[in-house]
């Protein structure tokens, strides 16, 4: 298998996956089309006007949620508004009634009210595994968005997804740092390709209320344990208070032999060959 940097958007049948920016992908696998996490509206920058981390973007969208193809299937891995945005998953759950969203069983409440109480919603846990449509199959992971947190009834508040179709195999972590029990449930996976955030984390911060999640390092080390082939770093280039730099990530990706990593553009896919 290859990725090759591309231009326009990936087809029905086409492999390739395109980074909306944020922690946002849509992943076309040859026979499903996922989009997950997608924050493409401006809402927290409405929501902290004024504060000193106002949530102002550094880039833009790439589309708007009203241009947005209709997905198959879009997964939400935990209710942090850049990954469970309202302004973006409420309109398309508006024009597509029957576009089921995979959310976080110990957020459902809150799915329902940033997507819609009509919306089909479908809450699962870590440790679960589904086939929601034909020639797809999602295993739920644990993550630990600087910690594993877990509801009142003993359900993960953040996950990840291996997302497995036509051979191929993605895993998005979702916001996630290094746990016990991570390297060996990746493993397992056997994924093609990690989706991995890289911003890193530090006591500042985290005082602020900002969790945080892997380093460049830290990514590289987990894809190199668990034997994933490509690296597709992301949630950077988005917050100038949360983010790393991307030269960094380019010093890595030309100083790493395994995985092949490449740091994505927003807008531009990555097609799989």
């Not at 739920?140 to 195999?169: K, M, N, Q, W």
């Not at 996630?176 to 006591?203: E, K, Q, S």
Request: glycine share 10%; aromatic share 8%.
């Amino acid at each position: 298998m290859q990725l090759e940097r591309a231009s326009g958007w990936p087809r029905p049948g086409q492999p390739g996956l395109i980074w909306l920016g944020q922690a946002g992908f849509w992943i076309e696998t040859g026979g499903v089309r996922v989009l997950i996490d997608p924050y493409l509206s401006d809402s927290l920058a409405k929501k902290y006007a004024g504060q000193k981390n106002d949530h102002r973007r550094m880039m833009p969208p790439p589309l708007s949620p009203d241009d947005l193809p209709r997905p198959d299937l879009v997964l939400v891995t935990h209710a942090h508004t850049d990954h469970m945005d309202p302004d973006t998953l409420a309109p398309l759950a508006a024009r597509f009634p029957d576009l089921p969203f995979i959310v976080p069983a110990a957020r459902e409440d809150v799915a329902r009210a940033r997507i819609g109480a009509g919306a089909r919603i479908l809450p699962v846990d870590a440790g679960e595994w589904l086939e929601p449509l034909e020639g797809l199959r999602i295993d739920v992971l644990p993550a630990a968005h600087e910690a594993r947190e877990r509801d009142t009834r003993g359900r993960h508040v953040f996950l990840g997804y291996g997302i497995t179709s036509g051979g191929i195999t993605i895993y998005h972590s979702g916001d996630c740092v290094p746990f016990d029990g991570l390297f060996p449930a990746v493993a397992a996976l056997r994924p093609d390709i990690a989706l991995l955030p890289v911003n890193g984390r530090d006591a500042h911060r985290l005082s602020a209320g900002i969790p945080g999640n892997f380093t460049p390092e830290e990514a590289i080390h987990l894809a190199q344990q668990t034997g994933v082939g490509f690296l597709i770093p992301h949630h950077f280039g988005m917050f100038s208070f949360n983010t790393c730099d991307p030269e960094e990530i380019d010093r890595l990706a030309k100083a790493t032999s395994y995985p092949t990593i490449l740091r994505p553009l927003a807008g531009e896919m990555l097609r799989v060959r």
